[in-house]
C-alpha cells in the first residue's frame, strides 16, 4: 500500500515521498522523493488542507517509514486480552533491572547455566548476554538463525534457515564445532534436547530428527503429523505441536515411535513444559491448552485473548509465561489455570526466565529486557 508524506501551502501541495509498506509486517519496500504537484489556485487551500489531513494519517501509524529505518510496532488488529478485573495492568508501570542493545530484531532465546543467548536473525547473529554483568559479552555470525536455540551437551545449538543446516556452537568461544547438514522445516518452530539428543522437525510434510551429540550425525527419523514445528521435552518424550491439525504428539524417546497425538485449541505452535504438564499456545483463538505430561489428557483450556501468529510461551518461577506484540506478557497460575496478570503496551515477542529473571525480547526496538518476575 503506499502511503503520502505531503507538505502543504496555500499554493502548491509536495509530495516529499512515498513509501511503499507491506502491512503484514509493517516494514518499507521503496521509498521515493517526489516533485512538487501545485494548485491551480490560492483558493485551493481548504482543499489542501483536507488532503494534509489524509497524508498524516498514515505518518501517525507508520511514523518510522519517513526516516527508512527501524522497526513499526504491530500492525495487526489489536489483541483483546482478557477483561478479569484487576488483571490487566501498563507496561509502562514495568521498569527493566537491565536493558541489552541487541542489534537488529532480536527473537528466540535459550538460558544457560551462566548465560542467555538470543537470536537476531536480520543481521545474521547469536548474541550471549552476561546476566553477571548484564552486559553482551559474545556475537557469533550464523546465516540467518531462526526456529529457536537449544543448550546441551556442552554447546548451543542454533537452527540455520540461511544455510538450511543446525550450526553447533562452543558456548565459551564462539565457535562453530559443527554443522549438520539438516535445516528446520519452518522459520517459526522450534528445537530441543533430551535423552540424550537434539531433536527438530525439518519438514513440513512431517518429520522430526534425532541428533547424536557424539557423532554431531543423524541417528533417527521419525514420521509425525505435517505442519509440526516446535519440540519441547519432558517425561521421557518428545513432544511436538501440529499447527496444521490442531494436535499435540507425543514421540518416546527410548522406541523414536508416535505413542499419541492429543487434540489441543486451533493452531497450536510454541510449547512449554512444567508443572506436570505441557502447554501450548494456540495461535488460532489466543488459548492455552494443558495436557497432562503422564495421562496424555487435555485438563485445562485457558483463554489468554492473545490470537494471531508469533508470540512465545515459557514455564518459569511457578508460572506459565506468554507473549505476543501488543500484550508483551501474560502470566498464567497453575494452580487456577487463569491468567492472574497480563500486561499491554509496547514489546514482547520471546520470553524466558532463568538467573531469577524474566527475559523479554522488545522486537521492535531492538532490545532485551531483563524484568523481576515478581511486578505487583
Not at 512431517?206 to 547424536?212: I, M, N, T, Y
Not at 521419525?222 to 518424550?237: K, L, M, Q, R
Not at 492455552?288 to 508470540?311: E, F, H, M, Y
Request: proline share 7%; hydrophobic share 40%; with cysteine.
Amino acid at each position: 500500500m503506499l502511503f503520502l508524506f505531503c507538505d502543504v501551502s496555500p499554493q502548491r501541495i509536495t509530495i516529499v515521498s512515498v513509501c511503499d509498506m507491506n502491512l503484514d509486517v509493517g516494514t518499507m519496500i521503496l521509498h521515493t522523493p517526489y516533485l512538487a504537484m501545485r494548485l491551480a489556485k490560492p483558493m485551493h487551500a481548504i482543499k489542501a488542507f483536507l488532503f494534509r489531513s489524509l497524508c498524516l494519517l498514515p505518518i501517525a501509524t507508520f511514523v518510522l517509514c519517513g526516516s527508512g529505518t527501524g522497526q513499526t510496532e504491530d500492525s495487526r488488529p489489536p489483541r483483546p486480552g482478557v477483561s478479569t478485573p484487576g488483571v490487566r495492568r501498563s507496561m509502562a508501570d514495568i521498569h527493566p533491572e537491565a536493558t541489552f542493545a541487541v542489534e537488529g530484531e532480536p527473537d528466540w532465546m535459550v538460558v544457560t547455566d551462566d548465560a542467555v543467548w538470543v537470536t537476531s536473525s536480520n543481521v545474521n547473529h547469536v548474541v550471549r548476554l552476561d546476566p553477571a554483568t548484564n552486559r553482551s559479552s559474545l556475537i557469533v555470525t550464523i546465516d540467518k538463525p531462526c526456529s529457536g536455540l537449544a543448550s546441551g551437551f556442552g554447546s548451543v545449538w542454533v537452527p540455520s534457515c540461511g544455510a538450511h543446516a543446525l550450526a553447533r556452537i562452543d558456548p565459551l568461544t564462539g565457535k562453530i564445532l559443527a554443522k549438520i547438514p539438516v535445516g528446520p522445516a519452518d522459520s517459526e518452530g522450534g528445537i530441543t534436547v533430551g535423552a540424550g539428543s537434539v531433536w527438530m522437525s525439518t519438514k513440513k510434510e512431517g518429520l522430526l530428527v534425532r541428533v547424536d551429540p557424539q557423532t554431531n550425525k543423524v541417528s533417527a527419523k521419525i514420521a509425525i503429523p505435517s505442519g509440526s514445528y516446535a519440540p519441547a521435552f519432558a517425561e521421557g518424550a518428545v513432544w511436538i505441536t501440529s499447527t496444521e491439525h490442531n494436535l499435540l504428539t507425543r514421540v518416546d524417546a527410548r522406541s523414536n515411535r508416535v505413542l499419541a497425538s492429543i487434540p489441543t485449541g486451533p493452531q497450536p505452535r510454541f510449547l512449554t513444559v512444567g508443572a506436570g504438564s505441557v502447554w501450548t499456545l494456540n495461535q488460532g483463538d489466543g488459548t492455552i491448552s494443558r495436557v497432562d505430561a503422564k495421562t496424555n489428557k487435555l485438563v485445562a483450556t485457558i483463554s489468554v485473548g492473545i490470537p494471531g501468529t508469533g508470540g512465545e510461551i515459557a514455564f518459569g518461577e511457578g508460572s506459565v509465561w506468554a507473549t505476543v506484540l501488543q500484550i508483551p506478557m501474560s502470566r498464567i497460575d497453575p494452580a487456577s489455570n487463569s491468567v492472574v496478570q497480563q500486561w499491554i503496551g509496547p514489546g514482547g515477542d520471546s520470553i524466558r526466565l532463568g538467573h531469577g529473571s524474566i527475559w523479554l525480547s522488545d522486537f521492535a526496538h531492538s532490545a532485551v529486557w531483563r524484568l523481576n518476575p515478581r511486578q505487583p
